[in-house]
């Protein structure tokens, strides 16, 4: 489910209570309107993407640590919420960490529980426990408002995090989003399979 390229159909992104809309034309165009400043072309940026940096670790009590990466800056903050099983160092992340560098804003980037350099174990995680991941960088890391980008899976849990803090988040930029990619998996589920499609509904919220 994560996605492959840079780009994004667009979308128009209301925001309700956040204070602020968006269109999505991917990362470059719908992060250049947020933030209303200027910035390099895209290849001198995206040269810059070897840095390195240390990776840190959020502990959470009973749940697993999460690894993340974050660049100090001003506000809003960037969040960048990866794809399926897609980790904090794919292509995109670093070529929004570079973006946002350019410009002085603040950005972190993070793996999923069972993801790259994250505590846990794949095998059980769920949409709901990386629910809980994206919620856990928003309330412990994050300072100040936020604008979040999610790519592919990611633009579900951009969603759900969204309605559960409204107050730190002001605006959603999609790339490849894949909203209803998990109900349409749940609507093709077999009715017979009740007890799978259960587990289903529980854990994705």
Known sequence: MAGVGLAAVPAWVPCRRWGLAAV????HHGLSTLLARKTERAPQWLRACRHKTSISFLSRPDLPNLAY????GKSPGIIFIPGYI???NGTKALAIEEFCKSLGHA????DYSGVGNSDGNLEECTVG???KDVLSIIDDLAEGPQILVGSSLGGW???HAAIARPQK???LVGVATAVDGLVT???QLPIENSERKNYFFLHSA
């Open 24 to 27: 999505t034309f991917g990362f």
């Open 69 to 72: 990466k974050r660049l100090k």
């Open 86 to 88: 897609s980790n904090m």
């Open 107 to 110: 950005y972190i980037r993070f």
């Open 129 to 131: 426990k990386w629910r």
């Open 157 to 159: 849990l951009m969603f």
């Open 169 to 171: 988040v002001v605006a």
């Open 185 to 187: 998996q749940f609507n």
